[in-house]
């Protein structure tokens, strides 16, 4: 007599639908995630909120003095504390987003070994918190704009288009890091200081005008350099971005979402057995 053969348990296939319908059926713990992480985080701080303000307005300052006042880089002719920062504003959005999402998982350790549930919501909750910043800096920025007697034009409408690209980048960044951190923890070590070079590497503290225009291509493989650009046209109506740049920004924000979801996807069986 034969012996029966062996059963084999092993996860069955899951597709991008349900998984995504999964997350919507559980929105409501996305919000309790999110609301979570507004709280811990101005939670027993002196100031809480203001350091919001308080981050992109000392480092405007720092860019202003050092790159405005002692190098003298042109401001394309706005106040160089609102040139650098309405970039900074962006900046932070992107920043924000891409380090909470990448450090989401394994800063819920113990939700994700003995908890199941849609484990996209963690890095999709980092989202909410990002946003609240950007806008307590906005509101800043409507001040500044106002000292320096600088109006809003209707440039201003394509705002939330600027803010799409960079929060789709950093969000699509952020989960291929958050599924690598899970497997290897170099990566949060490694992260800020791309992120760090990033800033630099992207026109912040300066205008991407200065840019001698031999590396002109070579820049503008930067896909934020564009967005960069933009949003300061949204806020200061400085120089606009070309379309072929804004294109190829586009273009790696999807290719980043797509990257990112793949990655996650196929690393997410693992996580509970290695985080």
Same mark, same amino acid.
């Given at each position: 007599m034969t012996a029966p053969a062996p059963l084999r348990l092993a996860? /069955?296939?899951?597709?991008?639908?349900?998984?995504? /319908?999964?997350?919507?059926?559980? *929105? &409501?713990l996305l919000y309790t995630f999110a609301d979570r992480d507004l709280r811990l985080r101005y939670r027993q701080t002196a100031l809480g909120v203001v350091w919001v303000v308080l981050q992109p307005l000392v480092a405007a300052g720092i860019f202003t003095f050092v @790159? /405005? +006042?002692?190098?003298? $880089?042109?401001? &394309? /002719? *706005? !106040? =160089? $504390?609102? @040139? +650098? @920062?309405?970039?900074l504003t962006g900046w932070n959005l992107f920043s924000g987003i891409l380090t909470r999402a990448s450090a989401c998982l394994v800063g819920n350790s113990n939700l994700v070994s003995r908890v199941y549930f849609p484990r996209l919501i963690l890095p999709l909750s980092v989202i909410p918190a990002a946003l609240v910043d950007f806008a307590v800096s906005l509101g800043m920025f409507a001040a500044l704009l106002a000292v320096y007697h600088v109006p809003p034009t209707l440039a201003l409408l394509t705002l939330p288009f600027w803010m799409a690209l960079l929060a789709a980048g950093a969000f699509g960044a952020g989960l291929v890091a958050a599924a690598l951190t899970v497997r290897y923890r170099d990566v949060q070590y490694v992260l800020p200081v791309m992120v760090q070079l990033l800033l630099y590497a992207s026109p912040v503290a300066y205008a991407a005008s200065r840019v001698p225009e *031999?590396?002109?291509?070579? =820049? =503008? $493989?930067? !896909?934020?350099?564009?967005?960069?650009?933009? $949003? *300061?046209?949204?806020?200061?109506v400085t120089d606009a971005p070309s379309a072929g740049s804004v294109a190829w920004s586009a273009l790696v924000a999807a290719l980043a979402i797509a990257a990112g979801v793949v990655v996650f996807r196929r690393m997410e069986r693992s996580f509970a057995d290695v985080i």
């Open positions: 996860p /069955g296939h899951r597709n991008v639908v349900r998984e995504l /319908g999964e997350t919507w059926q559980a *929105r &409501d @790159f /405005g +006042t002692v190098a003298h $880089l042109s401001s &394309d /002719g *706005r !106040p =160089y $504390l609102l @040139f +650098t @920062f309405a970039a *031999r590396w002109h291509a070579l =820049y =503008y $493989l930067n !896909p934020l350099v564009s967005v960069r650009e933009g $949003l *300061r046209w949204a806020m200061l």
